[in-house]
């Protein structure tokens, strides 16, 4: 009888493409991860109004997308959407792989498992709080989540994700950070040219002589407090960008903020310099040490072996 290992991952979004990334890379599984990423950026589309669906009967489409009658089809679900006039909209639920017929860089870790054994794969709103709360001993979640929610602030900065464990009281969770899977966008620093200092960088120094208002967004006040240390807040006030106005204009309104960029090009056009990138936000494998069984080992052994340009270093 084979064993069944679930792992907890996003329902839609970059998030799950780094995951569905990574199983394909590892397992082999790629027509799997193209057939979702495909699917979900599609629904995507017609949620944005950019693409006009064949049918605009929502449960006909999911019925279309979920086949039930096979066994290792991806399923989807539907969940609330925040845009107006799109109330619901199509997302990840659930996939089983089975272990015997992947192909995995390394086959001699397959040998842990009994024959008909499946990973499956289970899409959660917020996976790191399944694993909070047991549900799972495996999952994968945004590493901004677990400064959002756990970790310990400091006078002292958080620079990477491997200071996270450290800062993890485990009286509150036993949740630890295995690796990054290496979609690295960052935290950055920037200001207006008038605010920006002449000759010096805009960084962390920068912030510590710096008295005014730091523009962020509001979910991300503990994740700053995190990244830049409690000691170099004083005399810094924290202002929230209007509903009615992109996060870059708030910032260059305020002079200095705090905001989530790639390549910063559109910070740029509203006059903007950037300054340090803070803090890596990447999609990372967590662990629920209570939870773990040589199973779930293997398989974290299986997902962590990753040769990517992760920002993560984890001893």
Do not use: W
């Not at 959002?148 to 009286?171: F, Q």
């Not at 989530?260 to 040490?289: C, I, K, W, Y």
């Amino acid at each position: 009888m084979g064993e069944r290992i679930p792992i907890a991952v996003p329902r839609k979004g970059r998030p799950l493409e780094s995951v569905l990334d990574c199983l394909a890379r590892r397992l082999g599984v790629t027509d799997l991860a193209d057939d979702v990423s495909s699917t979900l950026r599609h629904e995507k589309a017609i949620t944005k109004g950019t693409v006009e669906p064949e049918t605009s009967d929502l449960y006909h489409r999911l019925a279309t997308y979920s086949n039930t009658d096979e066994p290792a089809a991806p399923e989807y679900t539907l969940v609330r959407d925040d845009r107006a006039g799109k109330p619901r909209r199509i997302v990840f639920d659930s996939v089983s792989i089975p272990l015997d017929e992947v192909e995995p860089d390394d086959g001699q870790l397959l040998e842990t498992f009994p024959s008909g054994s499946d990973l499956v794969l289970v899409g959660r709103e917020e996976p790191f709080r399944a694993l909070r709360t047991h549900e799972f001993a495996l999952g994968f979640d945004s590493a901004d989540l677990v400064l959002e929610e756990v970790v310990e602030l400091r006078p002292d900065p958080i620079g990477k994700i491997a200071d996270i464990n450290a800062r993890i009281n485990p009286t509150d969770t036993d949740v630890q950070v295995v690796t990054g899977l290496g979609d690295t966008v960052y935290h950055t620093l920037m200001a207006t040219p008038e605010r920006a200092p002449t000759n010096d960088p805009i960084d962390r120094s920068f912030i510590e002589a710096y008295e005014g208002s730091l523009c962020i967004t509001p979910r991300y006040e503990r994740l700053v407090q995190a990244v830049l240390g409690t000691g170099a807040l004083e005399g810094i006030d924290f202002e929230y960008p209007p509903a009615d106005i992109d996060e870059e204009q708030a910032i260059a309104d305020a002079g200095v903020g705090v905001y989530l960029t790639v390549t910063g090009s559109t910070a740029r056009d509203h006059g903007l310099v950037l300054g340090e990138q803070l803090f890596p936000s990447e999609t990372v494998l967590m662990e629920n040490a209570a939870e773990v069984t040589p199973e779930s080992d293997a398989i974290k052994t299986l997902l962590g072996a990753l040769e990517t340009e992760t920002a993560l270093t984890v001893s």
